[in-house]
């Protein structure tokens, strides 16, 4: 039995397709969840901070990037294309983004097999010949998958757009730009260990 709670959690939205999360969900959503620090607060009927991990840690400041990262493959997961669709209008380095295990939003809009969403990744720009920590490109996933239409669209893209002309589409900024912010997000998810003390 999981916890009642996990399809509300806030937590899910700020660490949307993060190892982290994943871990969070085994031990605590779906294991031992009366021993989250969230789900206690809510049974005694106290506010949950936003900022609260299961652990009892609090996570610190996130910046506007760090914040506008996990809510795009958040809305990638829960398939909201316009949502999608707005945070890249406003300037969000879809390109260059990558989780903790390397899954970039291209892979995460395979991984749903959601169509319209791989054409929107690549129409911004993202590599569909970059690699995941396990060295598989999204087109890869897709093959695996079953995908076959996120597969085409893929196939067909490539096939257009060799490797070394591979560039982001206009309007968004250049990579040397956007490493720098990326670094700090993956910086920031790897400092939480679930599984650490709830002690100072």
């Known amino acids: 039995m999981g916890c ?21 969900k ?27 991990l299961p652990n009892g840690k609090m996570v610190e400041r996130r910046s506007k990037e760090q914040i506008s990262a996990s809510a795009l493959f958040n809305a990638i997961q829960k398939q909201r294309v316009g949502v999608v669709r707005s945070l890249i209008k406003t300037g969000m ?41 396990e060295g598989k490109r999204a087109i890869d996933m897709a093959q695996e998958a ?5 597969r085409n669209i893929l196939n067909k893209y490539m096939a ?17 730009e956007a490493e720098p912010e990326m670094n700090e997000v993956v910086g920031f998810l790897r400092r939480f260990n679930p599984f650490r003390s709830r002690e100072t």
């Open 4 to 24: 009642s709670h996990a399809t509300n959690c806030q937590l899910y939205a700020q660490f949307a397709a993060d190892a982290s999360l994943k871990l969070w």
């Open 26 to 52: 085994q031990h605590y959503c779906e294991n031992v969840f009366d021993q989250c620090a969230r789900y206690q607060l809510a049974m005694e009927g106290r506010p949950v901070p936003l900022t609260l």
């Open 93 to 133: 380095s879809s390109y260059e983004l990558k989780t903790e295990e390397g899954l970039s939003p291209l892979m995460a809009a395979v991984a749903v097999g959601n169509p319209e969403l791989v054409n929107l990744m690549l129409e911004y720009g993202c590599d569909p010949y970059a690699t995941n920590r």
């Open 146 to 150: 079953g995908f076959s239409e996120c």
């Open 160 to 176: 257009t757009h060799p490797a070394e002309k591979t560039a982001p589409a206009s309007g968004n900024p250049p990579p040397e």
